[in-house]
């Protein structure tokens, strides 16, 4: 017995510090231990995700009925459109974009003090489950769920396989051009404005819109691009636009505080410093969204609001075709489904 136990004891310390560090390494990594439940054919998936999903009531769809990404483009379109309603003189649109937020954080919406997607809701607007990577899940992934291809999904209504941008820092040709661009050049708009804290959109010389502004330049199309390189920038640019008197009609804003605190430490609401990143970006479009009822002429004005994300996010990555990188949302304070008669 001695023996045998001389044998085992050191054994089972063994095993249990080589468990040990295992776990602490998986876990630092941001693997979750509900994540290795279901392994997918092409994606690992969660089963508490799918259950919070269901349990979102503020949603006019479900995830199963989730709308394309493309949706945003759609909205935009006929937004600008459709006739002016009675006593309305300008048609305005805005896109408040929150890069790579889980829809899960809407988990949080209940405890936020100051939320832009709670001030649309609570006015009477929608809110619809939507999908990045050109399929829903569990279908074959149609472009990457990374940050380029997504917006460029929304700003041109096609899919990779049409704007060719299957990556980030790949430049756009400049057909299919985005509303930014054709809004203005079309005569649907006076101008428009492109703000974005990544400089991957148009800074860079292999960003994604490099030839697409340079051809705004060359034609003398009102429509303006700038950077903001960190998000307090961005966040002021944007709402001193809105403060102008004659602001752009189209207005494409696009943060970076949910995927910035995604990649460095996990893209999860588990994840403390996500949360609170989801919060401040939260609270920087309620801003934005206050900053446009504020204006002197917001009465005459008719405001298409959306709030969407280019994509989810898994660990401390996206890209790939897991539910949790491809489920994404649209908030707005008009129409987002079609309305059933
Ligand atoms: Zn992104």
Redesign the pocket.
Known sequence: MKKTAKILIPILCVLLIAGAATGYILYHRGVHPSKWLVEGDDAWKSLDYEQTLNSFSMMDNTWQTAVPQTRVYDLIKAHFDAPLPQGKTQKKAIVIGY??CRVENFRLLENSKKSAINLLLEDGGHAAFCYAGGANYPHSLRQNT??AP??CSMLTGVLSDKHNVTRNLQPKDVEPKTLVTTLPEDGVIRKSAFYTT?TGFFVESEATYVHEWKYVRQNHINAKFRCGFVDDLTRRLVNAELKRKNCADFVFAVF?YT?HAGHATGFTVENPDYVSAFREEDAVGAKVIETIRARKTYDTEDWLILIS???GGNDCG?GGPSFEERMTFIVSNKDILPREN
Request: proline share 0%; hydrophobic share 15%; net charge negative.
């Open positions: 890069d790579g990374d940050t997504g917006w990544w970076d995927d994300t280019d994509h996206h």
